[in-house]
């Protein structure tokens, strides 16, 4: 209570990245940086067919070149139980690039000769390239246990009141259908994988991955180690966003490690990437709404159907977040939401930042301005109507807490000139402005940290942090900072090992917009206990009660009697070693000032039959966020020129406002990509377009006037307040961009992206 | 075969392959690994290096064609110390200009030629540089924000040293 | 798989050709580089052996010849081509402006206008602007030098009217004011000469980007003294790029704007003409929309040099 009355030291300000000066100067690591001596290098063999089955692999041609190791195929890996995505192609192929034969030879040109080498005889079979053929009655099952479920791996469904009643009774029903296609997430390193073989019979893995814990569970099931002498480091990565969820090759390049007793790197090209990632799924979302005179939304029912591709590890928390996203934001007494995530023989569809919550945003944040202006409402008031009020129960009767829609929508309106009259462009130049709200939910998974009061004052951090440049790193010691009321410099964080996150601890890494909001409680509660095991030793020294002990800036000392105060260091007793200068080593009986903590909060259950939550909470959060822009458009090519976004978005606490408002800025960015540009392009079920010149990114020299405004509607539970940041943002900009093209243009753009040609022909 | 070339000030007799690429030359033989390999073929920038104080693609620039030539990698920029980082760094830095640092090299050896060509450039002529260099975190105006400060801060630097 | 064995360094025009000569198709000449590394993945080059080395032959040079018309070495960078006033101004601001659009500043740097046309890519934006300006391909092998025509330079996809032998030394452009002995000889000896104007535009998906559509224009107009006169075509030359196997000019258009007066009218109905071809679809745009987009271009192209002819100084 008491440091929250005071002046923060460090959280809430915008303190410099810890790890800035690294990138930029060149130093910062990243897995690709990284060599072994003796290293072997290793190359993949990929199928070249939709869906085939293996007949027959043949490595005798390619055994025979010179300077080739060995080769690891599917069936040196175990299945995992609860996972059908195998490292290695088993018995069959279920998508064109997916990885069959793994080499590693003394360098990559020889890697590369013996994969060309490889032979693999394949039967091929009918290819399943859309969902609707794939859940089509006869059509072959792509997976154990779907036998009865015609391959939908996953599904949702939300019941709320009664829609056919709603619809019967409603004067108006409205209905469109919205697309979205397969992404890449294009993070800038390709992925990368470094092994090294331990004395012990164990792997040391560097891995382009989002977190410690799940690289070392999948490892050492896969190679039916044990866990224990799985070591993974985490380098600093090139970019994530959702890139490194669904790939084994960390297990790949383990077993080719032990395998050869060498070292091996296994490093991708960028085509090699786009595939092995996976892709954002492709959507298709049919939004039916009944609407009453009142220009009321009564009943609304949305049926998604996702196209999973060939394999679906992740697909169960998938689909959760295209529920999430559909159950919140809007208040409609008449609800339901179907969702479907079908295997194909696709590349898999992954995650990709808020994977099928952003195609579920687009579709009701298209859908709300197509109904407002069939209505001939203002989109932003007839979104007003319809927002959830904190009390109001969801439509997964979950109560609305510390939500904020009415101010993050009145705020970007604002800020863009919503009603503002302006003059008209010069052609064939026109001006519009497209507004849209969501809600992006919180992960929730244990976090373990500790941390080490050192005689000097400074603390040592342990916890599995992951830093993809979100800026974790900086925020967490900013948590720490505070508690101990020091420096940021002064805090540490021992558990990297050479640069790299290791995994110490329990952690879900970085991922799901959770990171701060998961982990640092429990750094919280750590320093709290570290702080409290000072005390113990301090109360005697100082004659007071050890409740009445404070530590703050180095200092011991009373609350009551703040005269009464020691150093840090004086809780310490001075030793030395042989000849060497003094050192401090905590007292007998201690072993040392440490506290540690593991953080969990718990989610609650719903009833299966209709979704409704039956106890607790299904989020422990959600993330308000809204944003306004305003574009251009180029009426004869179709082009758009985005000239402004005001993005809101709560975090709850901006540990570090200027990191937040990076995630916002480049949320929005990613969302701009998506509107306008980005598509994998599959023939037959190749990607064609697996290169920068016909996978168009924007530029420098398309971005446009972010504003990013922080909204700070406190998450009781959070560190200081504090939500998740990384996804949120990206939820309303391609609607957004679209509901803006149509106040240009007129035209509805259903499809993502909007590209010049669909706006010209359309 | 062997070449001669001067990398970062430094000038260097090195063995390597007809089918070396610079970027070969810079991260495998010379181990400064600094310039990222991001695509292969000229298309994302992470490469990007200085070849005669101008950029290019090192990951399409055939290493021997470094021979004579004197090539920049971000190695070469500033002073790898806390208080001595070249004005565009310490921009970066102060602006929150990058997160995961990936393209940041190539963002910082850009803005560097471009502002020892024009030490006052416009805003759009400063996006103009940094378009060769993807950047897949931020939404870029950090970026230019901090060239166009470090502009200033050139500037100012240059009025003092007269 | 690529595995080049020699690099050949040649520092004169002679032996430059001579070793062209010498390996044929089994070298390449090496300019710029950006192309050659995504062809070898391809497994384009996997017959090439030999690379000879093209930036020792002091081809990288802009002047303005004796002869009155531009000289451009076939290694000269797009960033040289980008910067320097004979290319920025009136009959070659094409070329300026062609070379600026190509993107990003890396590109500019490395690639040079040699290369662009070698390589037989018809969605590259130099091979339609040099079109549009009537070039000449200036070319040396063992046997001699020769000029083509830049009409009769691109052929196919990846295929131009070069032999294997052949070294592209410059790229030459008519005189800056456009007119041609022949034509003041056909005027016998009248002092009115015509001048020349162009213009490219490119429409891309983004702003770094290929073309989806390329158009340049060049056109000569009737000197005339008097801003308040439409200018008077004497001749048109109207390229597209992105439309099929090489650029190729619209003579339909050219016609209609030769001997006509440049007005809103006749740019209407020169830009309305119908595009009576199927432009070849590709994965970023499909015919229906470059047949639009060849519209708006070339409107655009005849307005924008409307706008230059309006706004240049009258020469008495």
């Known amino acids: 209570m008491l440091t929250q009355q005071k002046q923060t030291v460090a959280v809430g300000l915008s303190i410099e990245r810890i790890d800035g000066i690294p990138k930029v100067t060149g130093r910062a690591l990243y897995t690709r940086d990284i060599k072994l001596p003796h290293m072997l290098y290793a190359k993949i063999k990929r199928s070249n067919h939709p869906f085939a089955r293996i007949i027959n692999v043949n490595c005798s041609k390619a055994q025979e070149l010179n300077g080739v190791k060995t080769f690891v195929v599917g069936k040196d890996f175990a299945p995992m139980s609860n996972e059908d995505t195998p490292p290695l192609a088993r018995d069959r192929v279920q998508y064109l690039g997916q990885a069959v034969v793994a080499v590693a030879a003394d360098n990559l040109q020889i890697a590369e000769r013996a994969a060309e080498l490889v032979e693999i005889e394949y039967e091929p079979l009918p290819a399943l390239l859309e969902p609707m053929l794939s859940m089509s009655a006869g059509s072959p099952i792509l997976s154990p246990g779907l036998n009865n479920f015609r391959n939908v791996g996953n599904y949702l469904h939300i019941i709320k009141g009664n829609v056919n009643d709603g619809f019967s009774k409603a004067d108006l029903i409205i209905e469109n259908e919205f697309s979205t296609v397969a992404e890449s997430q294009f993070q800038m390193e390709p992925l990368s994988f470094l092994a090294r073989p331990d004395t012990d019979g164990g792997v040391t893995l560097w891995a382009t991955s989002s977190g410690t814990s799940k690289v070392k569970y999948e490892v050492s099931s896969y190679l039916r180690l044990d866990p224990r002498k799985v070591r993974v480091l985490i380098t600093f990565l090139g970019g994530w966003f959702g890139s490194k969820e669904e790939n084994h090759l960390s297990a790949v390049c383990a077993a080719l490690a032990l395998k050869s007793k060498r070292p091996v790197k296994l490093e991708l090209t960028r085509a090699e990437t786009m595939t092995a990632s996976g892709v954002r799924h492709p959507s298709i979302i049919s939004i039916k709404d009944g609407i009453s005179r009142g220009g009321v939304i009564i009943a609304r029912a949305i049926r998604a159907t996702y196209d999973g591709g060939a394999y679906g590890s992740l697909g169960n928390l998938m689909v959760k977040n295209a529920v999430m996203t559909a159950s919140n934001v809007y208040s409609i007494p008449n609800f339901e939401v179907e969702v479907y995530r079908v295997y194909t023989t696709r590349v898999p569809g992954s995650a990709k930042r808020a994977p099928l919550g952003f195609q579920m945003a687009f579709a009701i944040e298209s859908q709300m301005d197509s109904v407002a202006r069939r209505l001939n409402l203002d989109p932003v008031d007839f979104r007003l109507r319809h927002v959830l009020r904190n009390g109001e129960l969801n439509s997964m009767g979950e109560e609305t807490i510390g939500m904020s829609y009415e101010v993050a929508l009145s705020k970007v309106a604002k800020e863009i000139g919503w009603k503002a009259s302006e003059p008209p462009l010069e052609y064939p130049w026109k001006k519009g402005k497209g507004i849209a709200l969501a809600a992006k939910w919180g992960y929730s998974a244990p976090n373990q940290a500790s941390v080490r009061v050192n005689a000097d004052g400074s603390i040592d951090v342990f916890a599995p942090i992951i830093e993809n440049g979100q800026g974790t790193y900086t925020g967490i010691l900013q948590l720490v900072a505070e508690e101990f009321r020091i420096p940021v410099e002064m805090v540490n964080i021992a558990s990297l090992i050479e640069g790299s996150s290791s995994e110490w601890g329990i952690g879900t890494g970085a991922r799901a917009s959770q990171q701060m909001a998961n982990l640092g409680p429990a750094v919280i509660a750590a320093c709290k206990e570290a702080k409290r095991s000072i005390a113990h030793v301090a109360a005697s020294a100082l004659g007071v009660d050890e409740t009445d002990i404070a530590v703050e800036d180095g200092k011991i000392y009373s609350l009551s009697k703040p005269s009464r105060q020691m150093k840090i260091k004086d809780v310490f007793i001075q030793g030395s070693i042989l000849l060497g200068s003094p050192i401090y080593v905590p007292p007998h009986g201690h072993g040392e000032f440490r506290g540690s903590s593991t953080y969990l909060k718990k989610i609650g259950h719903f009833d299966p039959k209709n979704g409704q939550l039956e106890d607790g909470r299904a989020s422990p959060y959600y993330i308000t966020v809204a944003q306004a822009i305003e574009l251009a458009v180029n009426i004869e090519t179709g082009n758009v020129k985005v000239m402004k976004v005001a993005a809101a978005m709560d975090v709850g606490k901006a540990i570090n406002p200027e990191l937040v408002r990076g995630q916002i800025e480049g949320s929005v960015m990613m969302g701009l990509n998506a509107a306008l540009s980005e598509e994998l392009i599959f023939s037959e079920g190749s990607i064609v377009n697996a290169n920068l010149a016909d996978y168009k990114l924007l530029t420098s020299l398309d971005t446009p006037e972010i504003l990013p405004f922080i909204l700070e509607t406190p998450y009781e539970q959070g560190p200081w307040g504090a939500r998740g940041a990384g996804e949120a943002s990206i939820l309303p900009t391609a609607a957004a961009v679209r509901n803006a093209v149509y106040d240009a243009t007129g035209k509805w753009i259903n499809s993502l992206p909007i590209t010049p040609e669909k706006i010209v022909e359309s | ?162 | 798989m690529f595995n080049p064995i020699e690099l050949r360094k040649p520092s004169t025009l002679l032996e430059a050709v001579s070793d062209l000569a010498t390996y044929g198709f089994d070298a390449r000449i090496i300019a710029g580089n950006t192309a050659l590394y995504e062809l070898a993945a391809q497994g384009g080059l996997d017959d090439v052996h030999i690379l000879i080395d093209s930036s020792r032959l002091g081809l990288d040079y802009i002047r303005s010849g004796t002869d009155g018309r531009l000289h451009v070495g076939a290694t000269t960078t797009f960033s040289q081509l980008a910067k320097n006033k004979h290319c920025l101004q009136g009959r070659n601001a094409a070329l300026g402006e062609a070379a600026s659009r190509i993107s990003p500043p890396q590109i500019r740097n490395m690639g040079t206008i040699g290369g662009s046309i070698s390589i037989g890519l018809p969605f590259l934006d130099m091979p339609v602007t040099l079109l549009a300006l009537d070039a000449e391909i200036n070319v040396m092998s063992k046997d001699g030098r020769k000029t083509i025509k830049i009409d009769d330079f691109f052929v196919d996809y990846f295929t131009t009217a070069l032999n294997p032998e052949d070294l592209i030394t410059e790229i030459v452009f008519p005189e800056e004011d456009g007119s041609s002995e022949k034509k003041e000889e056909e005027r016998g000896g009248n002092s009115q000469r015509s001048v020349g104007f162009s213009a490219f535009i490119k429409i891309g998906r983004t702003t770094v980007d290929f073309a989806v559509i390329n158009c340049a224009v060049c056109l000569e107009i009737e000197r005339h003294e008097s801003k308040s006169k439409s200018p008077l075509v004497e001749k048109a030359r109207v390229a597209l790029g992105c439309v099929g196997n090489k650029p190729i000019r619209r003579r339909d258009i050219e016609a209609l704007l030769e001997n006509s007066e440049l007005n809103r009218a006749t740019i209407e109905s020169a830009a309305l003409l119908p595009v009576d071809f199927e432009p070849s679809p590709s994965i970023h745009a499909s015919p229906s929309y470059k047949k639009k987009m060849i519209t708006v271009s070339v409107r655009e192209a005849l307005y924008t040099l409307l706008d230059r002819m309006n706004s240049a100084t009258p020469i008495s």
């Open chain 2, 1 to 162: 075969m062997r070449i001669r070339t001067v990398v970062n000030n430094e000038t260097l007799d090195l063995e390597i392959s007809l089918s070396n690429s610079l970027l070969e030359l810079l991260r495998d033989i010379l181990g400064l690994t600094g310039t990222k390999k991001g695509c292969d073929f000229g298309g994302c920038g992470m490469c990007t290096v200085l070849v005669e104080d101008k950029p290019v693609f090192s990951c399409i620039t055939p290493a021997w064609r470094a021979e004579g030539k004197r090539i920049t990698t971000i190695e070469g920029v500033g002073i790898r110390d806390n208080h001595h980082l070249h004005p565009i760094q310490a921009e970066m830095l102060k602006n929150f200009a990058f997160q995961c640092g990936y393209c940041t090299p190539s963002m910082v050896l850009v803005a560097k030629s471009l502002l020892q060509e024009n030490p006052s450039p416009t805003e759009q002529e400063v996006k103009e540089a940094l378009s060769g260099v993807i950047c897949r975190c931020t939404g870029y105006s950090r970026y230019v924000k901090a060239v166009l400060a470090a502009a200033e801060t050139m500037k100012k630097g240059l009025e003092l040293d007269i």
